[in-house]
């Protein structure tokens, strides 16, 4: 005999999947198509970071910014320069104490080097000073500010170096980067210190600078960079030119190194 089931007792409960209304599946899908679509849109609308503004510096020790706790003057330009274009900065000063266009020469044999070059934004370059001895400001044809016969020899290897180093520059260097070279206001003493030294000093140091500088000036020319005359700097109207010296009277102290970058600026813009 069957007994019936007990009053209370229930069968085991049967789990039922209900189907989901396709409404409430376009309704979820198009939400979640609005945020896609919205996060994209915010993606696109904010600006991307600007890449940076990248500069190589080179030469003796006058871009290195030997012995002046102070921003070389290359440095501060290529950095103001950045500042115009709302870009950071990423600088490469590869001066050296001493250097001559013989050093430079070498070191743009360097991978390394080259790698800077090809990204560069900017490059200036300051060498030649130290190719010429300092003895040679007491030749005769210095002394009289013949600047075509003061140390001669030398400002002809250095011209002839000049041309090669910018050689090199402008062909690893991108399109529409800009090239700087620059010349001394003086490549030896000058200011107080100058003063301070032999007779026919200032007037032979004076010659030796218009000669290089011409030097100078001749390769840039023929290599189709800009080329900055920064005499006026130290010798322009008003200037006290031993107040923008270091005491030794041969190197730029930070006032010097900051009339130098205001010249240089320029030639860095469009």
């Known amino acids: 005999m069957t007994r019936p089931p007990r009053r209370g007792a229930s069968a085991r409960p049967h789990h039922t999947h209900r189907p989901i209304h396709p409404r409430r599946v376009l309704l979820v899908g198009a939400l979640v198509l609005a945020l896609i679509g919205l996060a994209l ?36 330009a290529i950095t103001q320069r950045a500042a115009q274009l709302h870009r950071p900065v990423a600088l490469d000063n590869l001066a050296g104490d001493g250097y001559t266009t013989d050093d430079v020469l070498a070191q743009l044999a360097d991978i390394d080097v080259q790698d800077a070059l090809r990204q560069a934004d900017a490059v200036v370059l300051t060498i030649g000073a130290n190719d010429l001895d300092e003895g040679l400001v007491g030749n005769q044809e210095c002394v009289v500010g013949d600047d075509k016969r003061c140390a001669a020899d030398e400002v002809t290897q250095l011209r002839g170096n000049t041309g090669r180093i910018l050689a090199s520059i402008t062909r690893l260097v991108p399109r529409g980067a800009h090239v700087v070279v620059t010349d001394y206001w003086s490549v030896f003493k000058d200011g107080a210190a100058a003063d301070a030294e032999s007779p026919g000093y200032a007037s032979g140091a004076a010659a030796a600078t218009r000669a290089v500088s011409d030097a100078l000036r001749a390769e840039a020319t023929r290599a189709g960079v800009d080329f900055v005359a920064v005499g006026p700097a130290f010798h322009g109207p008003g200037r006290d030119t031993t107040a923008l010296l270091q005491a030794h009277g041969d190197h730029p102290n930070a006032a010097g190194h900051h009339a130098l970058a205001a010249l240089v600026l320029p030639a860095l813009g469009d």
Do not use: K, M, N
Not at 66 to 72: E, I, L, S
């Open 41 to 76: 849109w915010r993606a696109g609308d904010a600006e991307p970071p600007a890449a940076a503004y990248r500069g190589v510096v080179l030469g003796d020790s006058v871009p290195s910014g030997f012995g002046c706790a102070c921003t070389p003057f290359a440095d501060e």
